[in-house]
T-cell receptor
Framework: GAGVSQSPSNKVTEKGKDVELRCDPISGHTALYWYRQSLGQGLEFLIYFQGNSAPDKSGLPSDRFSAERTGGSVSTLTIQRTQQEDSAVYLCASSLIGSGGAGELFFGEGSRLTVL | DAKTTQPPSMDCAEGRAANLPCNHSTISGNEYVYWYRQIHSQGPQYIIH???NNETNEMASLIITEDRKSSTLILPHATLRDTAVYYCIVQNTGRRALTFGSGTRLQVQP
């Protein structure tokens, strides 16, 4: 596809369940980012993958959160034992680091997670 | 990364220029100024970025002061579809992910 694709677009789960959110970045983009946005709040950085370097996990709020990026392309964000405070829109972005647009992130439409 | 300060909200009349200010007095020499916007319920959208010189593209113009301590994003002819939260970010990217602050909520009035 032409843009960043995220799935599912909406997910409702029960407290304590595990969820997986998927991100398909723009083909050829070397950097991939996960952010989350709670209702009425700003964007909170979660994790950043850049090429083959070790990911920057400094934004992950707890050890219940993890993410991987397979083959330098698709990424999965996993939240274990979900809590109600995990309810938010989870946004994925990709970019082509090293070009003139090093800061031009392309965002997906997000995955809205609701934990009951 | 340098901190940015933006007004929390602004209004602009449709068809007029919208001038959104951003202060970044602690910016360092290798940090870029980026502008993004987020229209309600959508992912953020890149607008423009610059280092020292003023920049213009099809969406907006970016004016950076000579001392680089502040900048202004200009939407030359605002439309109702420009109503959004506008984020000014100062960062040396490539090393870290962009960090978004609280931004300026621009309301374009008919």
């Amino acid at each position: 596809g032409a843009g960043v694709s995220q799935s599912p677009s909406n997910k409702v789960t029960e407290k304590g369940k595990d969820v997986e959110l998927r991100c398909d970045p723009i083909s050829g983009h070397t950097a991939l980012y996960w952010y989350r946005q709670s209702l009425g709040q700003g964007l909170e950085f979660l994790i950043y993958f850049q090429g083959n370097s070790a990911p920057d996990k400094s934004g992950l709020p707890s050890d219940r959160f993890s993410a991987e990026r397979t083959g330098g392309s698709v990424s999965t964000l996993t939240i274990q034992r979900t809590q109600q405070e995990d309810s938010a829109v989870y946004l994925c972005a990709s970019s082509l680091i090293g070009s003139g647009g090093a800061g031009e992130l392309f965002f997906g439409e997000g995955s809205r997670l609701t934990v009951l | 990364d340098a901190k940015t300060t933006q007004p929390p909200s602004m209004d602009c009349a449709e068809g007029r220029a919208a001038n959104l200010p951003c202060n970044h007095s602690t910016i360092s020499g290798n940090e870029y100024v980026y502008w993004y916007r987020q229209i309600h319920s959508q992912g953020p959208q890149y607008i423009i970025h610059g280092l020292k010189n003023n920049e213009t593209n099809e969406m907006a113009s970016l004016i950076i002061t000579e001392d680089r301590k502040s900048s202004t994003l200009i939407l030359p002819h605002a439309t109702l579809r420009d109503t959004a939260v506008y984020y000014c970010i100062v960062q040396n990217t490539g090393r870290r992910a962009l960090t978004f602050g609280s931004g300026t909520r621009l309301q374009v009035q008919p």
